[in-house]
T-cell receptor
Framework: NAGVTQTPKFQVLKTGQSMTLQCAQDMNHNSMYWYRQDPGMGLRLIYYSASEGTTDKGEVPNGYNVSRLNKREFSLRLESAAPSQTSVYFC?????????????FGNGTRLTVT | GESVGLHLPTLSVQEGDNSIINCAYSNSASDYFIWYKQESGKGPQFIIDIRSNMDKRQGQRVTVLLNKTVKHLSLQIAATQPGDSAVYFCAEGASKNSGGSNYKLTFGKGTLLTVNP
């Protein structure tokens, strides 16, 4: 039981390049999330998917798109990377998007945009 | 201690001592609270959670205390070990609508716990 798996672990992009961060969970969770973590700040929600077939914007969605490919997989796409998107990206999942349903996180993708 | 939104504080303890990490939250509508542990280079790891209808919950070597009157949350770690060294942060959760769905979690920045052998 791997939990939440993210790929790649590290990535360096040049400004304007695109890439997709992959995330998969094997806990049969309904809800999935993408967060970014920057020094001195708490985790900030980029996009989430409350259930298969739905996606919604979080606090900081600009410059990103997501796809809930199936119940297990939720990808995050940067169409034209900018230095401000240098960050650590975490995917998370939960049984449902309600209270008493803690998020379980992957180990992150460390992205640098030059 | 920590407040959701402040600069990262630090706590240094001796191995075997008890640790107390604090968190102040701001939203009086928050009804669910979670503590996470994050080791260097890893993702946040769920430790323990508590609903607002409780004021104390115990796990293995950890206890979470909730004081809704002053909007304060604490994590107590008993007999702290070097492996407990990490950043600990709290999260508060509240529904964005009266139906209870579309839940929102707000994360604090964390407290760095260092355990000295």
């Amino acid at each position: 039981n791997a939990g939440v798996t993210q790929t790649p672990k590290f990535q360096v992009l040049k400004t304007g390049q695109s890439m997709t961060l992959q995330c998969a969970q094997d806990m049969n969770h309904n809800s999935m999330y993408w967060y970014r973590q920057d020094p001195g700040m708490g985790l900030r929600l980029i996009y989430y998917s409350a259930s298969e077939g739905t996606t919604d914007k979080g606090e900081v969605p600009n410059g990103y798109n997501v796809s809930r490919l199936n119940k297990r997989e939720f990808s995050l796409r940067l169409e034209s990377a900018a230095p401000s998107q240098t960050s650590v990206y975490f995917c998370a999942s939960s049984k449902r998007q309600v209270s008493n349903s803690p998020l379980h996180f992957g180990n992150g993708t460390r992205l640098t945009v030059t | 201690g920590e407040s959701v939104g402040l600069h990262l504080p630090t706590l240094s303890v001796q191995e075997g001592d008890n640790s107390i990490i604090n968190c102040a939250y701001s939203n009086s509508a928050s009804d669910y609270f979670i503590w996470y542990k994050q080791e260097s280079g890893k993702g946040p790891q769920f430790i323990i959670d508590i609903r607002s209808n409780m004021d104390k919950r115990q796990g293995q070597r950890v206890t979470v205390l909730l004081n809704k009157t002053v909007k304060h949350l604490s994590l107590q770690i008993a007999a702290t070990q070097p492996g407990d060294s990490a950043v600990y942060f709290c999260a508060e959760g509240a529904s964005k609508n009266s139906g209870g769905s579309n839940y929102k979690l707000t994360f604090g920045k964390g407290t760095l716990l260092t355990v000295n052998p």
